[in-house]
């Protein structure tokens, strides 16, 4: 079957309401969202986060979040600082582009969709 080309992508209202905007990003077998990292579906008894594309801390509450699996999510976080999502990383081509989840990708899309794990490597380098 083919699939629809439209991510699931939220906003948060003034009163910290997730609110839907934009098209989702769904198969059509199975009517599951699709995580913008991966590629693959979010089926609903995974673990999954939303993710700001501007941190929150760094002026991006109420700005615009995506729905990840939650093993991408966290590999995100291990892999940049809040300022460097903030600065450089504010979009999933820019994250998706990045060496280290480039990296991660490639490996968790031999996965299943309903894999989730620890997360392979250390954690970003520490800052001297």
Known sequence: MSQCCYYLIYAESAS??????????MTDDANMPICPLCDRPIPPDVPQSLHHLV???????GGPVVLLHDICHREIHASLTETELARNYATTDALRA???????????????????ST???KR????R
């Open 16 to 25: 910290n309401d997730v609110v839907a905007q934009g098209g989702i990003h």
């Open 119 to 121: 997360l392979p490597g």
């Open 124 to 127: 970003r380098a520490a800052r």
């Open 55 to 61: 941190p929150k801390l760094r002026g991006g509450k």
């Open 98 to 116: 990045h060496p280290r989840l480039a990296k991660f990708i490639r490996w968790v899309a031999r996965r299943p969709p309903d894999f989730n």
